[in-house]
């Protein structure tokens, strides 16, 4: 029998690839902002996860837990992105294989 | 197919396609504008799980918000690179190999079978309470009031704000907070550190406009 609407697993499924894509952004760019972006990728994957599973159990604390996560997003990239700037002032590059400072 | 499902299978490949994208593109503003694209689907997928709320917020802040953001600072930097620089970072093997060991293990635990959806509406994601006290006449004579509690049926907008601002009130002041502190915190560190010259001199518009400012002064005095 053919489902009516899609299954909170098929939002599974679909959520693990975007976070898998985010990682694997996040580990292999050079370039700092476009780290920043693959982290709010991530950030999405975790809330279609909510959403989904909001809607499974019927409860409307998701929707206001997947609120309060844009708003860390938001803040986030903020935040994140003045550092970045103040990088480039600093160093008049964003390429993240050279700062190293903190020898990480 | 139903045409939820449709909906599901074509958006959920234009994201995932998108988003392979944004990690891929050698130039930031298009994985800027490809991230866009992503979002926007995603914010379809919340539609089709009765979160219109959040939909609209995640238009709203994400694409309207936040892209706007990443798109200033791109356009400020304005990077530019050469065809033959690397965009990829040197152990980019490795990353593609934990992306690819992540993406198996949340596959493992989300595969088909493991979550069975109950067959249940989603009228809790569209209805809130109210009380209502009633006069009750008791067995003695006696009249006592009773709070009764109604549930109502409103649209999904409704239901989330009063979830969050009863139940979920003093969180939510939290975010504020929160926003506060990270909006002066990107203000402080974005912030350009002026030279000593510039500190102690003022710029050159405002030495006139204060002349010509005493000036008028002088002249009003006089007339």
């Not at chain 1, 803040?75 to 993240?96: C, D, F, K, P």
């Not at chain 2, 379809?44 to 709320?53: C, R």
């Not at chain 2, 569209?126 to 549930?151: M, N, P």
């Amino acid at each position: 029998m053919p489902e009516a609407a899609p299954t909170t697993e098929a939002y599974l499924m679909l959520s693990a690839t975007l976070f898998a894509i985010g990682l694997t952004g996040v580990i292999i760019r050079r370039n700092m902002i476009t780290v920043l972006m693959a982290v709010e990728l991530m950030l999405n994957a975790v809330n279609i996860n909510l959403v989904a599973f909001s809607h499974r159990l019927a409860s409307l604390e998701g929707h206001i837990f997947t609120i309060l996560v844009i708003t860390v997003a938001a803040g986030e990239a903020a935040v994140g992105l003045a550092i970045i700037i103040q990088l480039y002032r600093l160093r008049s590059t964003v390429n993240i294989d050279e700062q190293r400072e903190l020898n990480g | 197919m139903t045409p939820a499902m449709l909906v599901f299978f074509a958006i959920g490949t234009l994201a995932v396609a998108a988003s392979l994208l944004v990690i891929f593109m050698r130039n930031p503003v298009h994985s800027a504008l490809f991230l866009l694209l992503t979002f926007l689907c995603v914010a379809v997928l919340f539609v089709l799980k009765s979160a219109e709320f959040v939909a609209a917020v995640q238009v709203l802040v994400y694409a309207g918000g936040i892209m706007v953001l990443f798109l200033f600072v791109v356009m400020l930097i304005n990077v530019r690179h050469l065809p033959e620089e690397r965009v990829m970072s040197a152990f980019w093997k490795g990353g593609l190999a934990v992306g690819l060991g992540v993406f198996i293990m949340l596959f493992a635990i989300a595969r088909p079978g493991v979550y069975r959806d109950p067959a249940r509406s989603d009228k809790p994601l569209r209805s809130t309470y109210s009380y209502r006290t009633r006069k009750v006449q008791q067995a003695d004579g006696s009249v006592t009031s009773k709070r009764i509690r109604r549930l109502r049926e409103v649209g999904n907008s409704e239901a989330v704000g009063m979830k969050l601002y009863r139940d979920y009130l003093v969180p939510f002041e939290v975010a504020s907070l929160f926003l506060l502190v990270a909006m002066i915190g990107a203000i402080v560190i974005g912030k350009r550190e002026l030279n000593a010259d510039e500190e102690e001199t003022a710029p050159a518009y405002m030495i006139d406009r204060v002349a010509t400012e005493q000036l008028v002064k002088e002249r009003d005095r006089n007339a």
